[in-house]
């Protein structure tokens, strides 16, 4: 099954349970002060979370555009590293607007994923906030899942919170064995080691935090789900990792003709450039641009990681605004901004490329002279800090 064919169904699974269609946020938010990126779906719907609009419908779903690079979700130093995290991804999302609860909740998940998308019961694990009975019998009423697959959790892990105060409340988090063992899996390892794969968490917004140490219940019930799309195509198309998934090699491969390396013989530089570009693109689409402050100096970070890693592969020159059109083919069909504004990314990143370039280079030969004056292997602080400032040099060079 393609990508484009699972978002789909997600979607349409929903619809056909009574639930409106609603588009995707931009990653730029307009209107929350407290983000740099969209990061989450439900930022859109934070407003109803806080009493402070009625729903226009009480069961809502969609594909929402995320971005994760800074603060306390901060993925950018494993991108590229492990094959499943991102900067930029697909959260698919049901909510209910204190209509059906966690019942409906996990039946569904449930029923998507073992017999639409007929995923292996014997590598699915469930888990529940430990504290939460409810949750914790209804796997076992609901679906069928094994008695034993069905883990208490602690706050850390199944307990989600929207900030130090206001709406908050227990999950529950669908995780898969990707392992190559089946037959030894450990529920030790769930939220522990990477041969388990969080895929979908249904948060159940109950409470409202007044402070560290009180929960008072709100007067209604709310669901928010989030499963990762990239994960859900990886295990489908049965691979091995997010890259080798159809949301990422056809980019890869374009990666490929630019270069004369291969992603097979070198594969983390292809890896860091996919995933950044996507980044960039939807970003930029969604009126961010490269700057030196906020939002647009992590794209001027993101730019530039990618750029260094080109480097690793013989692509010196401007390259990065040659991707652009291939993730509009591969991501139009949902997200047709992508598209329509191609000339508009293509020129904004091909700019920057130009001058990080240039700044580069200048930077490189005074690094060289830093070098041939060294008595030793450490380069000083100031010396650091002007290969940083002034000629653009990230800290990981």
């Known amino acids: 099954m393609k990508s484009a064919e699972i978002r789909q169904s997600f979607i349409d699974f ?10 995707s946020s931009p990653v730029v938010p307009n209107d929350d002060p407290t983000l740099l990126f969209t990061n989450a779906g439900m930022n859109q719907f934070k407003p109803i979370f806080l009493n402070q609009t ?29 094959t499943f995290h991102h900067t930029f991804f697909e959260m698919l999302g049901n909510w209910s607007f204190g209509d059906y609860y966690k019942k409906e909740a996990i039946q569904w998940a449930w029923e998507l994923f073992t017999e639409v998308w007929g995923l292996d019961k014997d590598r699915l694990w469930a888990t529940v906030y430990e504290d939460d009975d409810e949750a914790f ?14 883990l208490r959790c602690g706050k850390k892990d199944n307990f989600w919170e929207m900030g130090e105060t206001g709406p ?48 008072e219940d709100l007067p209604e019930k709310h669901v928010d789900t989030g499963a990762g799309l990239e994960r859900i195509a990886t295990i489908i198309q049965g691979k091995k990792s997010n890259y080798d998934s159809d949301l990422f090699l056809p980019i890869i491969h374009k990666i490929e003709s630019l270069s004369d390396f291969s992603y097979e013989d070198n594969p983390i530089p ?24 906020g939002r647009g100096y992590v794209l001027r970070r993101i730019l530039r990681r990618a750029a260094r890693f080109g480097r690793s592969i013989d692509l010196a020159e401007p390259f990065l605004f040659k991707l652009v059109p291939t993730v509009g083919e591969v991501m139009g069909s949902i997200f047709s901004e992508v598209v329509d504004k191609r000339s508009h990314i293509e020129k ?50």
């Open 137 to 150: 019998d209804l796997w076992t009423e609901v679906t069928d899942i094994a008695d034993n697959r069905v």
């Open 14 to 23: 929903f619809k056909d349970r009574g639930h409106q269609f609603i588009r």
């Open 54 to 82: 009625t729903p226009k419908n009480l069961r809502a779903v969609n594909s929402q555009k995320c971005i994760r690079v800074s603060g306390k979700h901060n993925d950018l130093e494993e991108v590229g590293v492990d």
């Open 270 to 293: 292809f890896r860091v450039i996919a995933d950044h570009i996507r980044m960039l693109c939807f970003s930029i689409v969604d009126g961010a641009l490269p700057s030196n402050e």
């Open 348 to 397: 904004v990143i091909r700019a920057e490329e130009v001058s990080f370039n240039q700044t580069l280079d200048r930077g490189i030969n005074h690094f060289d002279k830093i070098i041939s004056k060294l008595d030793g292997d450490e380069i000083g602080g100031a010396d650091a800090f002007k290969l940083y400032d002034t000629y653009g040099f990230p800290l990981d060079l």
């Open 168 to 215: 908050c409340g227990p999950c529950s988090e669908i995780h898969y064995y990707v392992g190559d063992d089946p037959e030894n899996q450990d529920p030790k390892g769930v939220n522990n080691t990477d041969e388990y794969w969080e895929l979908w968490n249904l948060v159940f917004i109950q409470n409202n935090r007044i402070d560290a140490n009180t929960l």
